[in-house]
């Protein structure tokens, strides 16, 4: 019997159902998280065949001895994934130091988390990518905004999601943010694109061959949701673009992927620009876990499918035949507290009571980037699509 380690299964609080199909794949799925084993859900509870609890994820040391205590007590580890980019870097090392197989090793670290070191294999890869500069002394910014114009965006060289992540417009803002920033972390900045950003979703197998694959296409960035605290949208697109599979591949390829889930994010630029033509696509970052927040149930409303299945099949079986049905548009909506919207929550429950798939108030870790009120719904028309697009976020 395979064992497989689960690091922090209990967040987000849907990860459940990734612990829940690699049992029903028959492996012993052993969970490791600081959360007390009595506040778990039930469903994670019965999908686990033991939970250890360190003091802190944080703690390198206490994971260590965590993992080994389930290599003594079951044998070879076979597999082990957070499908969280927090703890990429972690994982890394853990896989490296038991020499687990299936997935990244420390040495990998570079390409996969820093956007700098992303650069090299979007080039191998044939996809243009935006101009770059590491930050460091003000003479260097400004050499670097000479040659690509404002405004540019800076953000940490090792970050997640878009904390810490700035657009500065002027003179004014760029000594403000080379004032306060904290020296000890490393600043990429780059020329500003203009676009609108298009994901590619996929699931690949050891060979880095695509078990499934999809897309999203994002109406505000996460970069303006937070700092502006701004409503959420985006959506799981029907049918996935040609030439997002191609770049998606590509980077696959270029970037070694293999035994993951992953979430690459593209522009689609909105006008001409000096990285390429309106219309054609660019890089913004390879993101090597799925897309955050509900995102998988997402995908599995909008084409009928359940891809905590399909990955619980690769790491298992190196395959998987779980079918994928009718392909639909899904929609999510992240309200923000606070807003005067034209109708309210029971309102828009009402008027798409046959299309929401799930209404739900989000805790606050996910809120942050997601928005107090959330809605998933699904539509067979772009045209549906927007029509709940507006009814969800018109303000008075």
Not at 89 to 110: C, K, M, W, Y
Not at 114 to 143: L, N, Q, W
Not at 147 to 164: H, L, Q, R, S
């Amino acid at each position: 019997m395979k064992n497989v380690i689960f690091i922090s299964p209990n967040f987000p609080v849907n990860y459940w159902q990734f612990c829940h199909e690699l049992q029903y794949d028959g492996v012993n799925v052993l969970g490791i998280g600081d959360q007390p084993y009595d506040e778990l859900s039930y469903q994670l509870k019965s999908s686990l065949t033991e939970y250890y609890r360190v003091p802190s994820l944080e703690d390198y040391d206490e994971v260590y001895r965590a993992v080994a205590f389930f290599a003594f007590k079951y044998g070879r580890i076979d597999f082990l994934e957070s499908n969280n980019e927090y703890w990429l870097e972690q994982d890394a090392h853990l896989r490296t130091d038991f020499n687990i197989p299936g997935g990244f090793r420390v040495s990998d670290v570079p390409r996969i988390k820093y956007k700098s070191g992303m650069k090299e294999y979007y080039r191998r890869a044939g996809i243009p990518t935006a101009r770059f500069h590491m930050v460091g002394d003000e003479e260097g910014c400004r050499a670097f905004i000479k040659e690509v114009g404002w405004p540019v965006i800076v953000k940490p060289d090792n970050g997640v999601g878009a904390v810490a992540t700035y657009k500065l417009e002027n003179e004014e803002q760029l000594a403000a943010f080379l004032a306060e920033r904290d020296g000890h972390i490393p600043y990429i900045m780059e020329e500003f694109i203009y676009g609108q950003i298009n994901s590619y979703d996929a699931i690949i197998d050891s060979h880095g061959e695509p078990l499934f694959e999809t897309g999203n296409i994002t109406g505000m960035s996460i970069m303006d949701i937070v700092n502006n605290h701004d409503n959420n949208l985006y959506h799981i697109l029907k049918e996935l673009p040609e030439d997002t599979r191609a770049f998606g591949r590509a980077a696959v390829k270029s970037f070694g992927v293999t035994s993951r889930f992953v979430h690459f994010e593209f522009f689609r630029l909105t006008k001409d620009q000096p990285i390429g033509k309106k219309g054609t696509l660019a890089a913004l970052e390879v993101n090597m876990r799925p897309s955050g927040g509900y995102t998988p149930d997402m995908i599995n409303y909008a084409h009928s499918t359940n891809v905590y299945k399909i990955w619980a099949d690769m790491v298992v079986f190196d395959h998987s035949e779980m079918p994928v049905g009718e392909h639909k548009f899904c929609a999510c909506v992240g309200r923000r507290d606070g807003k005067k919207f034209r109708f309210s929550n029971e309102e828009i429950a009402e008027r798409y009571s046959d299309e929401m798939r799930m209404m739900e108030r989000l805790d606050p870790t996910l809120a942050e980037a997601m928005g107090d009120q959330l809605f998933l719904a699904v539509f067979d028309t772009q045209e549906e699509l927007d029509a709940f697009f507006r009814d969800a976020l018109e303000c008075i």
